[in-house]
């Protein structure tokens, strides 16, 4: 389970999150929508300590971190919270000089010390589980940026995390490269990985979530089923947001 509680962040005088309550159930993918500048990636990298509130707490499992100013948090902490999740990135953050095993390789080798014999074999399972079995040896820049991504799934995946984050992954994807990386994500969730997705894919949102999020100003104006937010809402600034997104289809 994920519980936020009274969670802000300010960047300077810029107060980005405010006061963010939120419980993800265990199994579960959450998908997190709204415009620009609503505080969605930053709620994300606070959700693995990519960017650390200034106050409120988060609990991950049975672990439980509180922040406030005047508590430094200890770098061992924020390394044990940070491997509980899977982060991946918008921009596929691969390594250009590992192959697309080595890439999926490297956290196992780095972090978690494990012989490279092993770590090469665990590697290949997550790279045939993406569907990239057969580009194992390929460079980044050998590879589609649907393929790409579904490198850094297959990565995030390989530390066995217990949640896993997603940052708008198909926005940097040609139109005809999403489906690919969708499919992906849609074949997690039916096998009950915990994700926590943020993303302008409104129709995943509403095939692939358990719990649609809408956030705005820093805020979460409405959490609940698709059908509840896509197809239910009475938010006045829910149904502004989704005729929008409509209108710009």
Same mark, same amino acid.
């Given at each position: 389970?994920? /519980?936020?509680?009274?969670?802000? %962040?300010?960047?300077?005088t810029?107060?980005?999150?405010?006061g963010?309550?939120?419980?993800?159930?265990?199994?579960?993918?959450a998908?997190i929508?709204?415009?620009?500048?609503?505080?969605?990636?930053?709620?994300?990298?606070?959700?693995?300590l990519l960017?650390?509130p200034?106050?409120?707490?988060i609990?991950?499992?049975?672990?439980t971190?509180e922040?406030?100013a005047? %508590?430094?948090?200890?770098t061992?902490a924020?390394a044990?919270?940070?491997q509980?999740?899977?982060?991946?990135?918008?921009?596929?953050?691969?390594f250009?000089?590992?192959?697309?095993?080595q890439n999926?390789?490297?956290?196992?080798?780095t972090?978690?010390?494990?012989a %490279?014999?092993? =770590?090469r074999k665990?590697?290949?399972a997550?790279l045939e /589980?993406v569907?990239?079995?057969? %580009? =194992?040896?390929m460079?980044?820049? !050998?590879l589609?940026?649907?393929? !790409?991504?579904?490198?850094g799934i297959?990565?995030a995946m390989?530390m066995?995390p217990?949640?896993?984050?997603?940052?708008?992954?198909?926005s940097?994807?040609?139109?005809?490269?999403?489906?690919?990386?969708?499919k992906?994500?849609?074949?997690l969730?039916?096998?009950?990985?915990?994700?926590v997705?943020?993303?302008h894919?409104?129709?995943?949102?509403?095939?692939? =979530?358990?719990l649609?999020?809408f956030?705005?100003?820093?805020?979460?104006?409405?959490?609940g089923?698709?059908?509840e937010?896509?197809?239910?809402?009475k938010?006045?600034?829910?149904?502004?947001?989704l005729?929008?997104v409509?209108?710009?289809?």
């Amino acid at each position: 389970m994920i /519980k936020l509680e009274q969670i802000h %962040k300010s960047f300077g005088t810029l107060h980005v999150l405010k006061g963010i309550d939120l419980t993800i159930e265990r199994g579960k993918t959450a998908v997190i929508i709204g415009p620009s500048g609503s505080g969605k990636t930053t709620l994300l990298r606070c959700l693995n300590l990519l960017e650390v509130p200034d106050t409120g707490t988060i609990t991950l499992g049975s672990e439980t971190i509180e922040f406030s100013a005047d %508590k430094q948090l200890k770098t061992s902490a924020v390394a044990g919270f940070r491997q509980q999740t899977g982060m991946v990135f918008q921009n596929y953050n691969l390594f250009p000089h590992l192959t697309a095993i080595q890439n999926v390789m490297e956290g196992q080798l780095t972090v978690k010390g494990i012989a %490279k014999a092993e =770590a090469r074999k665990y590697a290949a399972a997550q790279l045939e /589980k993406v569907g990239l079995a057969d %580009k =194992a040896d390929m460079y980044p820049h !050998q590879l589609s940026g649907g393929q !790409q991504q579904r490198v850094g799934i297959a990565r995030a995946m390989a530390m066995d995390p217990d949640v896993l984050l997603f940052d708008e992954p198909t926005s940097a994807l040609d139109p005809e490269l999403v489906g690919e990386v969708l499919k992906v994500m849609k074949n997690l969730a039916n096998e009950g990985m915990t994700m926590v997705i943020v993303t302008h894919e409104m129709q995943f949102a509403r095939d692939a =979530a358990d719990l649609v999020i809408f956030m705005d100003e820093g805020a979460v104006i409405e959490a609940g089923t698709p059908e509840e937010v896509f197809d239910r809402t009475k938010n006045a600034r829910t149904l502004q947001f989704l005729n929008k997104v409509q209108a710009n289809r």
